[in-house]
T-cell receptor
C-alpha cells in the first residue's frame, strides 16, 4: 500500500539558515511526488512536483527537492530560510488513478 | 489562477444533524476531492469524483456521502453528525490528465457538539 512518512513533526531553524525537510514514500511504481505548504488557517499550496526526468526539481519561493529512487526519498530544501516560511509542510505521492497520499506534516518554526 | 471555494470557514453543528459542506471550483477540473485533516494524521481522503455523478470511496468514507450534480460543485454530506467528525475539511480539484496537482480550498472547520 502507498504511504508517505515525514519523520520530523516539528523543526526549528534560525532565519537565514538552510533547511531540509525529509520525506520517504512507499509506492510500487514510479511515483508522482509533491510538496505542499499550509499557512495557518489556509488551504494547501503546491510548492513543487516531480513526475519524471531531472531528479532535482525547483519550486516556488526558492524551494527545491531531490528525488532519490534508491532511498525512496523526496526531501525538500531551501538554502536560506525567511521568517515567512514558517508553516506546515506536507509531502504527498500520487498514483495513476488520481489518488493522493499525504504525510502527517512537518511544522516549521523560524527563529529571528 | 484556479479558485476552489468552500462555502463556510467555520461550522458548529449538533450531534445527529445532517450537515452539508459545499465546494465549488472555477477551472473546469474533472477531479474533485474531499479530505479530512487532523493533527498528526495529515490529510485523509474521504471521497473523490472524476466526473459528474461519479464518485469513489477514499480511505475513510464511513459516515459520509457525496454529491456531484454539476462539474464545478462537489458536496460532502454528513448524514448524522457525530462528535468524532469534528475536524478540518479540505476540498481540492485537479485536472484529470497525467495526475494533475491538487488545488485546495481554504477549508471548513467543523465542530460537532
Amino acid at each position: 500500500a502507498q504511504s508517505v512518512t515525514q519523520p520530523d513533526i516539528h523543526i526549528t531553524v534560525s532565519e537565514g539558515a538552510s533547511l531540509e525537510l525529509r520525506c520517504n514514500y512507499s509506492y510500487g511504481a514510479t511515483p508522482y511526488l509533491f510538496w505542499y505548504v499550509q499557512s495557518p488557517g489556509q488551504g494547501l499550496q503546491l510548492l513543487l512536483k516531480y513526475f519524471s526526468g531531472d531528479t532535482l526539481v525547483q519550486g516556488i519561493k526558492g524551494f527545491e527537492a531531490e528525488f532519490k529512487r534508491s532511498q525512496s526519498s523526496f526531501n525538500l530544501r531551501k538554502p536560506s530560510v525567511h521568517w515567512s516560511d514558517a508553516a506546515e509542510y506536507f509531502c504527498a505521492v500520487g498514483d495513476n488513478f488520481n489518488k493522493f497520499y499525504f504525510g502527517s506534516g512537518t511544522k516549521l518554526n523560524v527563529k529571528p | 489562477d484556479v479558485k476552489v471555494t468552500q462555502s463556510s470557514r467555520y461550522l458548529v453543528k449538533r450531534t445527529g444533524e445532517k450537515v452539508f459542506l459545499e465546494c465549488v471550483q472555477d477551472m473546469d477540473h474533472e477531479n474533485m476531492f474531499w479530505y479530512r485533516q487532523d493533527p498528526g494524521l495529515g490529510l485523509r481522503l474521504i471521497y473523490f469524483s472524476y466526473d459528474v455523478k461519479m464518485k469513489e470511496k477514499g480511505d475513510i468514507p464511513e459516515g459520509y456521502s457525496v454529491s456531484r450534480e454539476k462539474k464545478e460543485r462537489f458536496s460532502l454530506i454528513l448524514e448524522s453528525a457525530s462528535t468524532n467528525q469534528t475536524s478540518m475539511y479540505l476540498c481540492a480539484s485537479s485536472l484529470y490528465s497525467a495526475v494533475g496537482a491538487l488545488h485546495f480550498g481554504n477549508g471548513t472547520r467543523l465542530t460537532v457538539t
